[in-house]
């Protein structure tokens, strides 16, 4: 692996324990990260797919959530959908519904793949609810986290090239002004 390789797998490994830490994500919840590996290297999304970046990325990445014990689901791009490679534990657990599909560089992506490549058991889904995400090079993942986000900011602002955006979730409040919440799980 390459100096420059190395450091973007360790600008995404920390990028990632910062997420995992303020987000305070819990053993066996799920990680949304959608990546542009075109972005990472300095070029305008959709147009430059890197394997070689996607895995240094997703090193990175995949070494924060296995030491967490969280499970990643890689966003693809919009070539299928946005659709999500994730392990088929994670989506046996969750419910979601397996599809078939196998991503490629030009077609869901090179993070997406390298997340297929690597994973025990991968299958894609079309739907997540994840309670954390990570949008490494404005791919909008947000379509993939729980109905409240709230913005998370890291130290690490951007992996290669790319622009970082984090966001974790919360319970939603409810009840009005006379509720009362429980500030533990806020």
Known sequence: MTEEMTIIGEEAYRAAKELLEVAKLEEDQLLVVGCSTSEVGGITIGTFSSPELAEAVFGGLYQATQEAGVY??????????????????????????????????????????????????????????AHAGMDIGDTLIGMHLRDVAVPVRIRTREIGDAHVVCARTRLKYIGGERAQYDTTVM
Do not use: M, W
């Not at 966003?75 to 946005?82: A, F, P, T, V, Y």
């Not at 088929?88 to 390298?114: H, M």
């Open 72 to 129: 990643l689901a890689a966003q693809c791009c919009e070539h299928l959908n946005r659709a999500l490679i994730l392990e088929k534990e994670a989506a046996e657990r969750y419910g979601y519904e397996i599809v078939n599909v196998v991503p490629q560089p030009k077609a869901g992506g090179s993070f997406a793949t390298a997340a297929y490549k690597a994973f025990d058991c991968p299958v894609a889904v079309e739907h997540i609810k």
